[in-house]
């Protein structure tokens, strides 16, 4: 019986041994297949959506004549799950990813690294002609075109218009700022849906603040560790006032600390929602629980949106910018089908039919002028406005540091204060960069 | 180690000269076994001699041109940073308290194992079989149990909405649980190992004596099962130190939850942080040998014992 015990250790481990040989023969046999019939398989990493970007596949892959055949890998739900996978493979050399949907704040770390194929100069005018401003800003590192822009987000302002005229005030007006909206929602005993748990979306709602307030969170991204935190500053200052001021109000929804994107919009939905910042799919999905009977047609009928509000009256927002952008991985062995892949992705008409697909606004201008588009996104002109005038989260190879260190050192909103926490932010941020604190 | 003070020490083997033969046994021993040790030295003196090497750089997987020397500052960093404490304090409260449930549960298993007639063979597999599953589905198992959306022990224990994993305390509980539900059949085979050797003529001995049950486990059956007590201590200390799994799946390390190895993890393949990783993983592999060191040194846990040659 002893000597059982200790063997069986020894044996797990000896079967552990056999199954990563069987695992490392059939992934040699894996990537071999498809090379018989002589047409080369391009493989493109997608994040989840709803199929769109295989049907897509499909259809490049078919406009091409056959000449390759798209295999289409599937990364895990969450943004820095994607980036973990793709960056491990990408250190390891891996000459199996050709194309790659890739969220927009890891493109600078990923061509910093050398895991890009940056595009031809030839090639720009047709990967970035007629797209909007805010996504273009995220397809470059240090001059050159490393991404092509895929689709874009970005976030309204959702409102309750029974609500908004009961306060007497007008959400779509210009000049409608995150104070006047509390004060607002206040007079109403109402709540503002806001993200601000400890996660990427918090960062997205405190760059979208100190980027509407006309500042940045770091400057001189180039300079990768030695970038300069300029959180703490004036702008910085006004994002953390306009936080720590609807956590302490009555308008701050009860579990706004643990606060992300569905949570702020069943808050939305229930009979205290007031105001919410969320991206443009909760119209969808509020569309989608009247159907399901989970609310009524007068709440669907109550809702109403506009340009994300802003931080000072005179000073335009600076909505917040998601989305994807398509990349060439640097060690793939068939950079002309995969650039052949990007172009035909992102293409005006295939943008379009992706948007009108998966639901994911195009990142083109024109495709907002499609009446197809019109028709199904009823706000498709403020959504189009608002990818334009968007403000990028920062561009560097370092967003993974820097972004924790902002949601470490501003949560719980209840805690921010100014200038403390802005101050609080950039020390530990430039310590984190340094390698001098652990995050 | 309250089994330290019964004294049943074995006899010190007195230091004689060697004989030609032992000598010759000896070296047969060391010349078997060297292929093996040079293949160890090998896979796994290399990646820890780079790990060492790594340390001391300033480095980033995806930023090759910021790579710089500090020396041992990324040591004094990770010493002194709170996340390191805060961790070393979490795999500190898993590994005593699961440890030590494990080691009474697993001694009670080991007894039914020992003594059962009936069904022996289904009873020891019934034992056996969460030692079988997979790490992973036990923490995916034990999550869905707890979670508020489709736990069911919310609902037996008439706890309401209470979220188990919304705080440090209660999240340590489930993954404590998770840890002893997986493994105390690991610690029971290794006791029932040592309960095997304990010779039935000293039982009878004692029952002649008149010694009751308790006497005869305390006096009797524990003193000669220490060897394979403690070294199924070691081995579980060992294992626990290193727990990676459970606070992974079930908390990614929300609500100071994160351990050591997780640190590390997240250094090395999150942050792709090459320089504080490392030393993350230097100081977690030290801290390994010094447990190793005070079992075998300190309590004079014989590892030859497990093996049943006495």
Redesign the interface.
């Known amino acids: 019986?002893?000597?059982?015990?200790?063997r069986?250790r020894v044996g797990r481990g000896r079967r552990r041994l056999a199954a990563a040989v069987v695992l490392a023969l059939s992934a040699g046999l894996l990537t071999g297949c498809g090379d018989d019939s002589g047409v080369p398989v391009v493989t493109w990493y997608i994040n989840p959506d709803n199929g769109g970007q295989s049907r897509l596949a499909e259809r490049c892959a078919a406009a091409a004549g056959g000449t390759y055949r798209v295999d289409v890998q599937v990364l895990p739900n969450d943004a820095?799950q994607q980036r973990?996978q793709l960056?491990?493979r990408l250190?390891a050399k891996d000459s199996s990813i050709d194309v790659m949907s890739l969220d927009p704040p890891f493109v600078a770390?990923?061509a910093?690294?050398?895991?890009l194929r940056p595009f031809d100069p030839a090639d720009t005018a047709t990967l970035t002609g007629d797209v909007l401003r805010g996504p273009l800003q995220t397809a470059y590192w240090k001059d050159q075109l490393v991404a092509a822009p895929f689709w874009a987000n970005t976030q309204l302002l959702w409102y309750r218009k029974s609500v908004a005229r009961a306060a007497g005030v007008d959400p779509t007006a210009t000049g409608f700022t995150w104070d006047a909206m509390i004060r607002a929602a206040e007079s109403q005993r109402k709540v503002i849906g806001v993200q601000a748990n400890?996660y990427e979306g918090y960062m997205v709602w405190i760059n979208a603040l100190v980027a509407s307030a006309g500042g940045e969170i770091l400057g001189d991204v180039e300079a990768?560790?030695d970038a300069s935190p300029e959180i703490a500053g004036p702008a910085g200052d006004d994002a953390a006032r306009i936080i720590g001021d609807l956590a302490r109000s009555p308008a701050a929804p009860p579990a706004m600390s643990t606060m992300g994107e569905e949570e702020a919009r069943s808050a939305f939905q229930s009979p205290s929602g007031g105001f919410m910042v969320n991206w443009p799919y909760v119209y969808s999905a509020a569309k989608e629980s009247v159907a399901s009977g989970g609310i009524g047609q007068d709440v669907l009928d109550d809702i109403g949106w506009a340009r994300y509000p802003r931080v000072a009256a005179g000073t335009p927002s600076k909505p917040p910018l998601g989305g994807i952008n398509l990349t060439v991985g640097a060690f793939s062995e068939h950079p002309e089908q995969a650039l052949d892949l990007v172009r035909c992705a992102t293409s005006l008409p295939n943008t379009i039919a992706y948007m009108l697909d998966a639901g994911n606004p195009a990142a083109r201008g024109a495709a907002y002028d499609d009446p197809g588009v019109r028709q199904a996104y009823p706000m498709a002109s403020v959504i189009r406005q608002s990818i334009n005038d968007a403000g990028p989260r920062p561009i560097t190879?370092?967003y993974?540091?820097v972004s924790t260190s902002v949601q470490i050192t501003w949560h719980p909103a209840t805690g921010v204060t100014a200038p403390a926490t802005p101050e609080e932010s950039a020390a530990f941020m430039s310590d984190v960069l340094?390698?001098?604190?652990?995050? | 180690m309250a089994l330290t003070e019964v004294r049943v020490a074995p006899p010190e083997p007195a230091k004689a000269e060697l004989t030609d033969r032992a000598r010759r046994e000896r070296r047969l021993g060391l010349t078997l076994s060297a292929p093996a040790f040079l293949v160890m030295v090998f896979v796994t003196a290399y990646p820890l001699i780079y790990a060492v090497v790594l340390s001391l750089y300033n480095y980033r997987l995806t930023d090759p041109a910021g790579r710089e020397f500090v020396g041992l500052r990324n040591y004094s960093t990770v010493l002194t940073d709170p996340v390191w404490w805060t961790d070393f304090g979490t795999t500190l409260i898993i590994t005593v308290v699961s440890v030590a449930v494990e080691l009474v549960l697993g001694f009670a298993f080991a007894f039914v194992m020992y003594r059962i007639i009936r069904g022996r063979s289904l009873v020891r597999t019934g034992i056996l079989i969460p030692y079988g599953i997979v790490t992973v589905v036990s923490a995916y198992i034990w999550q869905f149990a707890f979670q508020l959306d489709s736990g069911f022990v919310n609902q037996w224990l008439g706890l309401g909405t209470f979220n188990f994993f919304g705080q440090r305390w209660s999240a340590l509980v489930v993954i404590i649980l998770s840890e002893i539900w997986k493994t105390t059949p690991f610690i029971s085979l290794l006791l029932l190992a040592g309960l095997v050797q304990v010779p039935e003529e000293y039982q009878e001995a004692a029952r002649v004596d008149g010694a009751t049950a308790w006497q005869r486990l305390r006096r009797v059956t524990l003193p000669n099962m220490k060897a394979a007590i403690m070294v199924a201590l070691l081995f579980r200390t060992l294992d626990a130190w290193r727990i990676f799994d459970n606070p992974f799946i079930m908390t990614r390390g929300a609500n100071d939850t994160e351990t050591l190895s997780f640190l590390a993890y997240r250094q090395n393949v999150t942050l792709v942080n090459m320089g504080a990783g490392s030393a993350v993983s230097v100081l977690l592999f030290l801290t390994v040998v010094v447990i190793a060191f005070i079992f075998v040194k300190g309590f004079r846990t014989d590892l030859s014992q497990v093996r049943g040659d006495q």
């Open positions: 019986m002893s000597r059982y015990a200790v069986s820095s973990e960056v491990r250190a770390e990923f910093n690294a050398g895991f400890r990768g560790k190879p370092y993974n540091d340094q390698g001098r604190r652990l995050l």
